[in-house]
């Protein structure tokens, strides 16, 4: 007797889609969240606020300057009462700012527990009522990973990425509407790095898109793999399986790492080649705002045409940070969003499954044996 061990799918060959939304399982999924719609509505409510909060305060800096700071240099005993009041006002707005962004956080997280509950109450249910075959195809540490690491990627993506999705495009348009009223000329600068900032995350995104969906999928079969060998741990000492074992682990264990890394790798390489090129906007930016100052050329805005002050150039390269950061955090949140729909669709598939038929009943009766043939009776045969 030998015990037969099934080929896992551990090559990258296996990585060979796009990544991509899926929305059919996205659509399936806000349908549990259908009881928490006003806990929703004040969740956008909120997410609208935090990001009003931010571009407002990035625009304040233009008045804080040009108004206040740049007066009170000129004068030989200046008063700062006018300073003081402007900066509590600011400071109002970042507090309510940052206050929006707690609430709706903590909304999140309560929307995503309770619908992590319904999803689960609904998994073991039907896993009651699916056929003894399932689990002879089925490994059940595979099964197991469904309600432990498919359903947590489901609480970070409920919890945290799609909020932070939400809230990223809020503050992108939020953003850029406020560049356009500052200056339409800076604004080009930024929409050209944008181009080559859209490339690199669509490269870069498409990758590790794929490799987190195979982590996922690496995961339950490592997972799997390990729960059968720790129960069959004492067939796998009597017919000396250790070295067998510890290759299929390896095996597996090496899969996972493989597509673990390449999908964090690229992940984590968007943030510093944003960085990189933000800096290099923000350079260009500040160069051509300078010259447009010095040289007393008409700025171009949303609204007509005016001058280029100190503080303009300030709070537009502060509103061209706010509004590449939010683009990289836009790619990262697609790549969680990727991967807890990838374990969605593994859930939905034990849900989906067929469960056992019902093809009639077995009565236990008493029979007593004459002549080889069994006779029904109403005694107790003790048999």
């Excluded at 800096?279 to 949303?302: C, E, T």
């Excluded at 503080?311 to 509103?319: K, Y």
């Excluded at 859930?347 to 469960?355: A, H, M, R, V």
């Amino acid at each position: 007797m030998a015990l037969k061990e099934k080929n896992p799918k551990i090559s990258d060959n296996s990585v060979n889609e796009r990544a991509k939304f899926d929305f059919k399982t996205l659509k399936r999924l806000l349908s549990y969240m259908g009881s928490y719609k006003l806990t929703l509505v004040f969740v956008f409510v909120c997410i609208i606020i935090s990001a009003g909060a931010s571009v407002a305060s990035s625009m304040f800096i233009e008045t804080l300057i040009d108004n206040y700071i740049t007066p009170l240099l000129a004068e030989s005993s200046p008063a700062f009462s006018g300073l003081l009041k402007v900066l509590c006002f600011m400071a109002a707005i970042y507090l309510i700012g940052t206050l929006c962004t707690w609430l709706y956080n903590r909304a999140m997280v309560n929307i995503a527990q309770g619908t992590l509950k319904s999803i689960r109450d609904e998994m073991f249910e039907k896993m009651q009522s699916l056929p003894v075959q399932f689990f002879d195809t089925h490994s059940h540490g595979d099964v197991m990973s469904l309600y432990t690491n498919d359903t947590d990627t489901l609480r970070q993506m409920i919890a945290q990425s799609m909020a932070q999705l939400i809230s990223c495009l809020c503050t992108v348009i939020a953003v850029f509407c406020c560049m356009l009223y500052e200056s339409v000329y800076l604004t080009l600068i930024v929409i050209a790095f944008m181009f080559v900032i859209f490339a690199v995350i669509r490269a870069v995104t498409n990758k590790s898109g794929s490799y987190f969906i195979l982590q996922q999928s690496t995961l339950g079969e490592l997972d799997g793999y390990v729960e059968e060998m720790v129960n069959g741990q004492k067939v796998v000492k009597v017919f000396c399986h250790e070295n067998a074992a510890k290759s299929g682990f390896a095996k597996r264990n090496d899969a996972w790492k493989n597509a673990s890394s390449k999908a964090n790798g690229y992940a984590n390489s968007v943030m510093p080649i944003m960085n990189a090129l933000g800096y290099i906007q923000y350079v260009v930016i500040a160069v051509v705002g300078a010259f447009l100052a010095i040289s007393g050329s008409k700025n171009l805005a949303l609204f007509g045409t005016d001058t280029v002050t100190v503080g303009l150039i300030a709070s537009f390269l502060v509103l061209s940070r706010s509004f590449t950061n939010p683009i990289a955090q836009i790619s990262n949140q697609f790549n969680s969003i990727v991967t807890a729909l990838a374990g969605a669709g593994r859930i939905f598939k034990l849900i989906d499954e067929k469960p056992e038929q019902d093809e009639g009943y077995v009565m236990l009766v008493n029979a007593v044996e004459n002549n080889g043939s069994l006779t029904e009776t109403d005694k107790n045969t003790e048999v």
